[in-house]
């Protein structure tokens, strides 16, 4: 009886495996809904809460940026694709101990921030010296720090922080305001953390393109005049040529007419003329007559000939 009741069991038995189905995690819209990874599950209910570590080397095939870790968590189903939001973002550990040494100081800090969309931040930067600073130091640089987050946040949504922290503005921006008082040698914003999704839905700013000044484009209007006179002249060339006004020589007869010279090349040959007109001859130099000559012989002669008297 047992042996056939088992028996049953491993007929009714179903392989999970082949129920499940293959779901595409894609990227937040501020990274361009970038197809991220592949995921199994038995439904859209189990895909949704999965988070993603994605590295943003992947992202923008930029191996500068391969040490900066991205965390998307799925929140909407659509057929097959799944779409994520921003989690957060951590650098790696070898990244991190390259930047820390001894005999230097680390200031840390950590600050909760809310954007313009209603989201809060919770971000994790930290700053680097040459040399051990005073406890004071510290403190100010830390309310610098906070200071240039709060600023920012409240002019910016939260892909607009996000990107700005991921870039790289964010700590210049910190480091052009610490400098005054010490000279910081390095400022990294290592972690961050999403608490609160954005409330109020607000489309990006985008980058405005630089407006050429006036004078510039009053500079290159009359180019463009100049090439129609000449596309005119062109055109009336052409035209009395129809006519019959200028006519071209005949095959055999002789052209008596000399190509007349550019006035560039007349200019040139000039400047050579009068160059050479302007170098002064050097003098000639004299050779020495052969009397002269003859007297030197003589004089070393004699000087050979005389003799000290012998001392006796």
Same mark, same amino acid.
């Given at each position: 009886m047992a042996k056939a009741r088992s028996r049953t069991a491993t007929r009714?038995?179903?392989?999970k495996w082949k129920a499940?189905?293959?779901?595409?995690?894609l990227a937040p819209p501020a990274f361009d809904n970038v197809t991220v990874a592949d995921t199994l599950a038995d439904g859209p209910e189990s895909v949704i809460g999965r988070v993603t570590e994605v590295s943003l080397q992947d992202l923008t095939n930029d191996f500068r940026k391969s040490h900066i870790k991205l965390y998307f968590k799925v929140n909407k189903v659509e057929d097959i694709n799944a779409h994520t939001q921003f989690e957060g973002h951590t650098l790696t550990s070898d990244y991190l101990r390259r930047l820390i040494r001894r005999r230097k100081s680390k200031i840390d800090g950590v600050y909760d921030v809310s954007t313009l969309d209603g989201a809060t931040l919770r971000v994790k930067p930290f700053a680097t010296t040459d040399k051990r600073i005073?406890?004071?130091?510290?403190?100010?640089? $830390? +309310? &610098?720090? %906070?200071k240039t987050f709060d600023d920012e946040a409240k002019t910016s949504t939260l892909s607009e922080l996000v990107?700005?922290?991921?870039?790289?503005?964010?700590? $210049? +921006? &910190?480091? %052009?305001?610490?400098?005054?008082?010490?000279?910081?040698?390095?400022?990294?914003?290592?972690k961050t953390e999403v608490l609160q999704q954005p409330t109020i839905m607000m489309a990006d700013k985008k980058p405005k393109k630089e407006e050429k000044p006036e004078e510039e484009i009053a500079e290159k209007k009359p180019r463009k005049t100049k090439k129609k006179e000449e596309g005119e002249e062109v055109e009336v060339s052409e035209e009395l040529?129809?006519?019959?006004?200028?006519?071209?020589?005949?095959?055999?007869e002789a052209i008596t007419e000399i190509p007349e010279e550019k006035p560039a090349k007349k200019e040139k040959k000039a400047k050579k003329e009068t160059k050479k007109e302007e170098k002064p001859k050097k003098p000639a130099k004299e050779k020495p007559s052969a009397k002269k000559a003859t007297k030197a012989?003589?004089?070393?002669?004699?000087a050979v000939s005389k003799k000290k008297p012998s001392k006796k």
């Open positions: 009714k038995m179903k392989d499940k189905g293959w779901y595409n995690i005073q406890n004071s130091q510290k403190k100010t640089i $830390r +309310e &610098i720090m %906070k990107r700005s922290i991921i870039d790289g503005t964010m700590g $210049r +921006e &910190i480091y %052009k305001n610490c400098k005054q008082l010490y000279p910081v040698k390095r400022i990294e914003i290592f040529e129809t006519l019959g006004e200028i006519k071209e020589p005949a095959v055999g012989k003589t004089t070393v002669k004699k």
